[in-house]
């Protein structure tokens, strides 16, 4: 079993700054941990994902803008969102690929609202 804990979302105005935290708590050793998002009438997209050995993937949407790190030791991934765009405002959603199983777990999801 693995329980998500995000924070740091919020509102912020165009060309503003964010940075979302996500903390597994699990007995189990995580591989892959990603953010993910949702905009209304939208489906779900990849935003960045980075593994245990610090390779990263990211959206093309994102690139430049979003830097995905992560701290091995506290279990926990990071999400420093600069420049932010209208675009952006959706419901980021954390997840954690367990290393043996490589089933994966989902957060409960924070708004970021991107507006003037």
């Known amino acids: 079993q693995v329980q998500l804990v995000e924070s740091g979302g919020g509102l912020v105005q165009p060309g503003g700054s964010l940075r979302l935290s996500c903390t597994a708590e699990?007995?189990?050793?995580?591989?892959?941990m990603g953010w993910y998002r949702q905009a209304p009438g939208k489906q779900r997209e990849l935003v960045a994902t980075i593994t245990r050995g610090g390779n990263t993937n990211y959206a093309d949407s994102v690139k430049g803008r979003i830097t995905i790190s992560r701290d091995i030791a506290k279990n926990t991934v990071y999400l420093q969102m600069n420049s932010l765009k209208p675009e952006d405002t959706a419901v980021y959603y954390c997840?954690?690929?367990?290393?043996?199983?490589?089933?994966?777990?989902w957060g409960q999801g924070t708004q970021v609202t991107v507006s003037s």
């Open positions: 997840n954690a690929v367990v290393r043996a199983t490589n089933v994966a777990y």
């Open positions: 699990s007995i189990f050793s995580i591989s892959v």
